[in-house]
């Protein structure tokens, strides 16, 4: 905090086209809100669920929970009753931030089941247990002054519970990820060095804040290096670029799919004012990244990271940003390829401690039983130290014994004119074990025949899609990453078909 005690009146936050919150009053604001935090029986360790679109607010309340030494629980507002139910059984919290009474209720409900106040199991004696009453607290909430104690706040150990992140679950069942103070501190500060971020920048942000490129990235890089942001509560691309433009933005950061969506619009120049456009979360096209460039003249700098590592590999700020690889470990992160499939391992600061109630999978991640964490994606180097991500080694493809990464299948149908865009799966098959199925969203009318002779001019015949389909759009969860186990389904045919 103390970089937000200079300067007390300099711009921080604001909602797009709200007036802006000085570093002083979102000081002042967060000592309130965690005041009544406590005042309401909330003590360190204790979990608090954080489910609302970006706002001011929603930081202010986020800033307080952490300041006090309660563990956020961030949680994507689009979940069904069950899935909220997952997550709060598993999580046990005694309190909640939120900005709809219908999903307090449903946290309420969850955690009313019986034997939940007795059951918990935490990943350590580090986590006390859930309180009997759940307090809700509503993100557009102030407090008053009078709420204002003798708190103890900023008291905390860097390897105190800071955040447990839910994993996106694109491969199975959402785990907790348990991330600590200096997790968060570490990978914000790394950004702060690694991408030159200043005082004087100003982010646009419109990734939401339940998932760590929003929350770790955005806001606590934000908070970190004390420059400003302006949130926006969902992605447009037309509102971004007025955003950029209206702000005198100096930086944005998105998800592929956002950059995807960005030439659809008839005018980039906008973002060309900006000095740095990042992506991450899930592989950026070739084609999508030379696209943009050739439009707003700026290479997007791609980086890599996960959920329980944070922000590990990005392309450099200062040399060249290569379309297609992730760059370089970033200062303090280790990293090596192990193993016949060349499967990455990270270790560094950033590095989480476990998942929450899963002893057995955070074993498999760490299956040295050291600090190395297996990120389960399969990873090359080239000659000048550049990394790329070549698939996930849940998603590869083991085709008559043949491995086969799906991004590479994708990258041959891309660069076909007619396609928009491609995703690949593994479908089992008699023959093959697994055989390569390619999904394909068209620009212009193409038939599948054309796409796997074209596909044939770069890629091995063991590697060539056996069978094309064709879609109007992919299945993505909220961070736009496509969720293949879904597209195995729409590919599975069905019975008399
Ligand atoms: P999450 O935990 O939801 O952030 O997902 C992490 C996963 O996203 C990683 O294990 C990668 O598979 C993928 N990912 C993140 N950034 C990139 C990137 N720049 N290129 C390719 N895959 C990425």
């Not at 839910?166 to 990978?187: D, E, M, V």
């Amino acid at each position: 905090m103390r970089i937000l005690e200079r300067e007390p009146e300099r711009e921080l936050f604001c909602d797009l086209g709200g007036p802006w919150i000085s570093r002083g009053e979102f000081v002042t604001r967060t000592e309130r809100c965690a005041n009544a935090m406590w005042a309401r029986g909330l003590r360190r360790g204790d979990r608090v669920i954080m489910s609302a679109p970006a706002s001011i607010g929603l930081i202010v309340h986020y800033v307080a929970a952490l300041r006090l030494g309660l563990v956020v629980v961030p949680m994507n507002t689009a979940y069904t009753r069950s899935e909220v139910s997952h997550v709060v059984k598993d999580v046990k919290p005694s309190g909640a931030i939120v900005d709809s009474a219908e999903r307090a209720e449903w946290i309420s409900d969850a955690v009313s089941i019986p034997g939940f106040f007795s059951a918990f199991a935490g990943p350590g004696a580090d986590l006390p247990p859930p309180k009997s009453d759940l307090a809700v607290f509503f993100a557009q909430d102030e407090y008053r002054e009078e709420d204002i104690k003798e708190v103890v706040l900023d008291q905390l150990e860097l390897d105190a519970p800071a955040i447990i992140a839910y994993t996106s679950g694109t491969t199975g069942r959402p785990k907790g990820a348990i991330l600590t103070h200096g997790n968060l501190l570490a990978s914000a500060k790394s950004l702060n060095l690694a991408w030159r971020w200043r005082e004087e920048d100003r982010l646009v942000l419109a990734l939401p804040l339940f998932h760590m490129h929003g929350l770790g990235v955005g806001v606590n890089g934000t908070l970190c290096s004390g420059s400003s942001a302006v949130l926006l509560d969902k992605f447009e691309p037309a509102t971004v670029l007025k955003a950029v433009t209206d702000y005198s933005a100096s930086m944005f950061f998105g998800v592929p799919t956002m950059y995807q969506r960005f030439l659809d619009e008839s005018s980039l120049e906008g973002l060309g004012s900006l000095r740095l456009m990042v992506s991450g979360s899930a592989p950026l096209s070739k084609e999508v990244h030379r696209r943009i460039e050739e439009r707003t003249g700026m290479a997007v700098l791609e980086r890599y990271g996960t959920t329980e590592s944070l922000i590990n590999i990005s392309n450099p700020y200062d040399f060249e940003r290569i379309a297609g690889k992730v760059g370089f470990p970033l200062p303090g992160v280790e990293v090596i390829l192990s193993g016949e499939n060349s499967e990455l391992f990270i270790s560094g600061p950033t590095v989480f401690k476990g998942y929450l109630n899963d002893a057995g999978a955070t074993s498999d991640v760490f299956p040295g039983g050291d600090r190395w964490f297996a990120t389960g994606d399969i990873a090359q180097v080239d000659e000048r130290g550049y990394i790329s991500i070549v698939g996930r080694l849940k998603d590869l493809i083991i085709t008559g014994g043949y491995n086969v990464y799906p991004k590479e299948v994708e990258e041959a149908l891309r660069s076909h004119a007619a396609v928009l865009d491609a995703a690949v799966v593994g479908m089992e098959s008699e023959t093959w074990g697994e055989e390569v199925v390619a999904f394909v969203i068209k620009r212009s009318d193409v038939s599948e025949r054309e796409l796997i002779r074209h596909s044939s001019e770069s890629l091995a015949n063991f590697k060539r899609p056996k069978k094309i389909l064709f879609v109007n759009e992919f299945p993505r969860n909220a961070l736009g990453k496509v969720v293949s186990s879904e597209l195995r389904r729409i590919g599975t045919p069905t019975q008399g078909s």
